[in-house]
């Protein structure tokens, strides 16, 4: 599932290739995917220029402008598309002439008509919105600090009395927001912390080096442009390239790359949690871990449009 690296990997390739373009026709071929009227979406969309994209998270917002002919008064604000690709969502630039691939759901075809964007998604977890600038503002205000920008401070007030497990806790997104399996295993390895240690009882010491941790991780994988299991592609088609930096994450019962050790695979919050025993030991007071599936208490919040 894409997370931070990801998101911000196609952000910085939509600036290169889509930005002060017109978005001159859309065609919303799958409704579900559409958060709200598609009809709606489509209106909200087309005749517009995009002007900025910013990330918070894993949410993405595509500002677009004025339209400049003279009509009614909506058309005279701007207004944002948040994208948010879920499971398995990709958006790629691709010249219209392309064949189109299964699963595409949205197009957004650019001014001259030569390119557009698609928005394809098998598992269709993903969501594309447009709103207004308060609406965003709402959005991304129901979302923790983006994890690169966190300071030290505020990373340890977060965690501070926090029970459950340290693994549920780097994937709220109210807490913190942008982390997703992967880079939260990979985090708690670099800061060789057990995914079932309760936040609230980390050492101050801990919790520093998680902080740096995962800072690190994300630093290091957004260089990389993410990670591809299966789905993740840029906006080029083109797959991440952190997968052979992952330490513990898919690698159960290959041997740990700090101390040989084969690495093990725990239910945490109904999401698989790899980790290292003997580098991560487990501590005393641990979080009981979900035996396995979903439960509700489980559910981990994921921010807007989920
Ligand atoms: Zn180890």
């Known amino acids: 599932m894409p997370e931070l690296p990801e998101v911000e990997t196609v952000l910085r390739g939509l600036r290169a290739r889509v930005l002060a373009r017109r978005v001159a026709a859309v065609e919303v071929r799958n409704p579900l995917v559409i958060h709200g009227g598609s009809g709606e979406f489509a209106a909200g969309v087309t005749g517009r220029r995009i002007e900025a994209l910013e990330r918070k998270g894993k949410a993405l917002a595509i500002e677009l402008g004025p339209r400049n002919h003279e009509a009614g008064p909506e058309d005279a604000a701007g207004c944002f598309l948040v994208v948010r690709l879920g499971m398995t969502g990709q958006l790629v630039v691709v010249p219209s002439d392309a064949a189109l691939q299964p699963h595409t759901h949205v197009r957004l075809v650019l001014e001259d008509g030569r390119e557009e964007i698609r928005f394809r998604d098998t598992r269709r977890f993903g969501r594309l919105r447009c709103c207004t600038r308060d609406e965003l503002e709402g959005i991304l205000g129901r979302l923790g600090p983006d994890a690169p920008q966190i300071s030290e401070e505020q990373f340890l007030d977060a965690a501070r009395g ?22 939260a295993d990979e985090a708690l390895f670099e800061a060789r912390i057990h995914p079932l240690t309760q936040p609230g009882r980390l050492s101050a010491e801990a919790a520093r080096r998680l902080h740096r941790a995962v800072k690190k991780i994300l630093k290091r994988a957004v260089e990389l442009q993410g990670t591809s299991f299966r789905d993740y592609i840029d906006i080029e088609g083109r797959p991440g390239n952190f997968l052979p930096r992952l330490r513990v994450y898919q690698r159960t019962g290959e041997p740990c790359r700090r101390c040989g050790r084969p690495i093990r695979r725990v239910v945490v919050c109904g999401r698989s949690s790899h980790f290292c025993p003997e580098c991560q030991r487990r501590p005393r007071h641990a979080a009981s871990p979900s035996p396995g599936g979903w439960r509700k208490r489980d559910r981990i919040p994921q921010g807007p449009l989920a």
């Open 162 to 183: 926090r029970r459950g497990s340290i693994k549920g806790w780097l994937l709220n997104q109210q807490i913190l927001s942008g982390l997703g399996n992967i880079y």
